[in-house]
């Protein structure tokens, strides 16, 4: 009898080995957790040497738990390089239930280089559970793409012109001019010598 | 010869005429440079930009003049609609198209589709039996979440179309493709609503494809609105964890679209698809959201200490 008695309580030991959370109330009430993302494919121009602010995403709470959202810059090509300093604001934010969405906005701080700088702001969101709603949290996540283009002033005019290769016009174009006004005054010369 | 001249004389000068002079009714116009697309300050022209579909309220302003006064119109008409595959005269959907009228009898706005897409508050009109020539109206409207998404940086998905009519039929047109028109886009919205908020499993070590309990369904289940086409996809924040020491690798949860825990995959810390649930179409009313779940297992490794083990789930739609 004894031996049995030890016996079933061994298999409930192992039966809660890996319970995770509180099955029997976490599903009592409908709860849900919900984020919303209008994402405005923010791709903007931003002249060297210049700083910008622009609009990336608005977000929602959709559901009936207050979220915690935590933004964070994934580059998808050489956005870390020193060609940009890029940020974003805000980083986190509490998107209780039925409040005012919320505008995220990219701020180039100062465009270093030409080139265009692309990736995308990983939303997470956390929950936290009412008391005696048990378990793992399932939570929404999104994101929004980012395209910033650094420019030089010049593409107002519809033309971008790279720093070295007007360097390199203005000193052949300079080239030139000497060229032809040595020459001149050569010509000169022999033309007065005859 | 002298006395028939006379008489002639005569007949011509107390002859009659009568007639009438019939001025038509002009049509009502609409002055195409006092047109614009503005938000709801009035003080941003969003003409050309991509509008927000997520419950953001926009306006926009036109000038009607008609020489027997407002209070010869009959109604004004302003139309919105996808002109890439839909047409001025299609019907109202979420999705494509959309009708706001305002009645000079009545002086009353409608928008037959709901009316969501209007704030009666913010539009602008001269009331009934106005006598001026000429008044800037303002229709305040919204769209809806699923109004179709226009490829960003493009914004000429869409355009108006506003039409006076006058009480003699008369009609005056801006916007439908001659005369300059007014175009927008709309920006990418994606929203996931977890209706599992939560989800345990319960099991002894060893154990293996233990399915998940998310409302006893064996699926964490989850709502979708989008405006355009979409998929699902997961990951894990981590480990799972149990306080005082005690891990179970997230390579142990398994993921899939369906209930074929063979054909499932383990969940990492990168996002990764759900497959089954992918390509999805936009829905077309916003009311009725996709209604989907991703299917959990868990292998509980042998020798595992026992307690509550916990980790996050995280759900997004992607495109």
Known sequence: ???KAAFLAVILV???VASFGFANQAFSENYTAGLG???????TNVTIGESKQFEIARLSNEGTLDLIVTATWIPDFNATDAGIEFRFYPDQVNLTVGSEPILFYGDVVKANALGTYEGHIQF???VQLPEGYGGNPSVPGGSAKVTVNIVNSSVQFGVSVDPGILLSVLGFGIGALVTVVVGFKIKNRRQRAT | MASLLVSFAHAATSGTSTGTATVTSPAPT???TDCNLYDSTGATVKNNTSLDSNNLEYWINFTVAENNTMADLHNVTIIAWDNRGQDVADADSQRYHYTWTWVESTDTWACPLSASYINQTSCLDPGTANADESYTFQLGFKLSKVANYSNGGVYDGWQFNITAYDDAGNVGTFGNGTGGRIQF???SYLSI????AAHTWEGAPGESNKAVDAGGDGKVDFTVLANRVWKA????GGDLTKGGGGIIGLDNVTQYGSNSVGDSVSLTTEFADVTGITSQAAPSDEASPAEVGVYLWLDIPAATPSGDYVYTLTVQVAT
């Not at chain 1, 993302?37 to 791709?43: K, L, P, R, V």
């Not at chain 2, 996809?233 to 894990?236: M, P």
């Open chain 2, 185 to 187: 886009g709309v920006a």
């Open chain 2, 233 to 236: 996809q997961v990951k894990g």
């Open chain 1, 124 to 126: 997470s969101t956390a």
């Open chain 2, 193 to 196: 609503t977890i209706t599992d």
């Open chain 1, 37 to 43: 993302i209008s994402d405005y494919e923010a791709n």
């Open chain 1, 1 to 3: 009898m004894k031996s």
């Open chain 1, 14 to 16: 192992l039966v809660s």
């Open chain 2, 30 to 32: 609409i002055n195409m």
